[in-house]
Nanobody, 122 residues
């Protein structure tokens, strides 16, 4: 499974961006998917998650401003970001939890995308 993010860019504070993350390859199913971000000099942090059933949850930093959604038919998730702030600047990464069967046991493999840069100017 391979993840490719897109939609990043430079935007002024108060603006909006919509990120996309598309999974490709041999896919039987994907469990939870999520968006993370990493600001310069800081650790990667969770932004939002969405289950295979479409239940979303958000970090406090994005509540009320960000919306995560999912199209299971396209193995794609989105992150609509509104009212962007300079502190939202960073590289945004997509993660997918992919079930893997090893013998008779099922595990989950975390697959990451390469990231897309979001820059918010003040």
């Amino acid at each position: 499974v391979r993840l490719v993010e897109s939609g990043g860019g430079l935007v002024q504070a108060g603006g909006s961006l919509r990120l996309s993350c598309a999974a490709s390859g041999t896919i039987f199913s994907i469990n939870n998917m999520a968006w993370y971000r990493q600001a310069p000099g800081k650790a990667r942090e969770l932004v939002a998650t969405i289950t295979s059933g479409g239940i979303a949850s958000y970090a406090d930093s994005g509540k009320g401003r960000f919306t995560i959604s999912r199209d299971n038919a396209k193995y794609t998730i989105y992150l609509q970001m509104n009212s962007l702030k300079p502190e939202d600047t960073g590289v945004y990464y997509c993660k997918a939890e992919v079930p893997v069967l090893v013998g008779s046991e099922q595990f989950e493999d975390d697959v990451w995308g390469q990231g897309t840069q979001v820059s918010v100017s003040s």
